[in-house]
């Protein structure tokens, strides 16, 4: 399904938006252009402005039309990392640019680079496959009363699909041999559930590719201190951007790694770490990170045999002690800059290494993979009830259920009261700590129309309760669509 496209490389050179960024950016990005000059690489460079810049001129994005043209054109950016303004009001440029696009896969390898880079972990060499586009990223974050927050966390059936899908074939395409997935859906039965249940269908996809799920507790543990045991590890959104990073310290260094941000469309190459403002202009930076993306890149636009070459010199230059400030060290021979660096990698271009494993360089798209976005049977969907929420602040919840009683809720009664998720009526433990925000839940045995619900919160908020929200309660073919409680 996948080719590893090494042996018919394209003729003509590819547009690919560059992006020089900020802080040590610029510094990694001319070694980067210089070492993929050298090796003959086939792309023809499309400089963007985004980043501190352009925040600054006023646009709260980092990136502006022209840039967004560009990159609309040539669908391919490599981009060196850039500093977010500190202060409100300026949204993360990465964050807006996987959205806009639909960059849904976060693809990172984390490979130990031992003994020629320390690491606890020298046999480590795992790549997490992070879903990008979803789970609390969206925003969505509400204050609701005095005391109360909240941010929605979403998980689809088709996100869930494609990101697991994903991981299998790019699994499957570079010759991995196990898929792990963590997920916490041992309390978020719902969400996390949802994305547990579709890896185990689409794992039985794949009995070539063996397959587990761990809890994410166990499972960061487990990554933390046992990193070899990992191949390919499939994440929703948060545990990906958390652990991701942990994978890549636990390697030896944060400016060793890239990544890729993979859309049906668009993709973006970047280094994993920022800006490193503390030792920008230096010329010390460790520019290994975005030329490591660029050798994705590469392998992303079939150049897979210049992207081989240039990850070989690589591995060369790293082998022979020739190392950037930040992983220097009793391993080293000698302490290079960023550019000198850049020299090493380009006077080792033809040139094998002799220890560490220099991998085929695949694509990261899956040409033929398709994921509908709707589901492929659609459910019954009845309404039952809703859970109303309530900014109350007056006493016990008796005395909230006491009123709430008193309305005309038909057809639905009301079926409990909980706060912060913990139920406090019909029955309660004297000890929880109860804030002013209520789950009121009324819920009734049959179809409940919208109009039954609008009169219902006119008769709550006619008496003088406030209702931040409404949630309605569905079962699709006849199973409840919401969490029955604490702990259930
Ligand atoms: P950072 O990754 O920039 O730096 C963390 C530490 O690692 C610093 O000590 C730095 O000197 C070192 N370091 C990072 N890259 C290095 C390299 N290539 N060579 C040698 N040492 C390196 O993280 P930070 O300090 O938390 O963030 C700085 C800025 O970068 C912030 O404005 C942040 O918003 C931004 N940032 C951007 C991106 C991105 O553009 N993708 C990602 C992360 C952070």
Known sequence: MLATETLSEPRTSVPVAIAHGDGIGPEIMEATLAVLQAAGAKIEPRPIEIGERVYRSGLSSGI????????????????????????????????????????????????????????????????????????????????????VTQCLKLITRSGSERIVRYAFEYAR???????????????????DGLFHRVFTEIAREYPDIENEHLIVDIGAARLATQPERFDVVVLPNLYGDILSDIAAELCGSVGMA?????????????????????????????????????VMLLGHVGQGTIAKRI?????????????TRDIFGAQS??????????????????????????????????????????????????????DMFIDWNEGKPERLAERLLALDARPMKLAMITNRGTQVWPRASDSTRCVDHWRCRFQSDARVDGAAIARLMAAVEAVGLETIKCE?????????????????
């Open 64 to 147: 502006g039309d022209e840039a967004l043209e560009t990159l609309s054109a040539t669908r391919l950016l490599l981009k060196a990392p850039i500093t977010t303004p500190q202060g409100g009001g300026y949204k993360s440029l990465n964050v807006t640019i996987r959205k806009m696009y639909g960059l849904y896969a976060n693809v990172r390898p984390a490979r130990a680079m031992a003994p020629f880079v320390p690491t606890l972990h020298p046999a480590m060499d795992m790549v997490i496959v992070r879903e990008n586009e979803e789970d609390v990223y969206g925003g969505i974050e509400h204050r609701q009363t005095a005391d």
């Open 333 to 386: 021979s000698r302490c290079v800059g960023t550019a000198d660096f850049a020299s090493a990698v380009i006077e080792r271009l033809g040139r094998a290494p002799q220890r560490l494993s220099s991998p085929e360089i695949g694509r990261c798209t899956l040409p033929e993979m398709h994921v509908d976005t709707q589901a492929a049977t659609t459910p019954e969907k009845v309404r039952v009830g809703v």
């Open 311 to 323: 990850q070989d010199a690589w591995l060369c230059t790293i082998e022979e002690g020739i190392h």
């Open 472 to 488: 309605g309660l569905y079962t699709f073919d006849g199973v409840p669509g919401f969490s029955l409680g604490q702990g259930q």
């Open 173 to 191: 395409a570079h010759g991995r041999k196990r898929v792990s997935c963590f997920t916490k859906d041992n309390i978020m039965k719902i969400t």
């Open 258 to 294: 890239g990544s890729a941000n993979i859309g049906d469309e668009i993709a973006m190459f970047e280094a994993i770490h920022g800006s490193a403002p503390d030792i920008a202009g230096q010329g010390i930076a460790n520019p290994s990170g975005l030329l490591n993306a660029a």
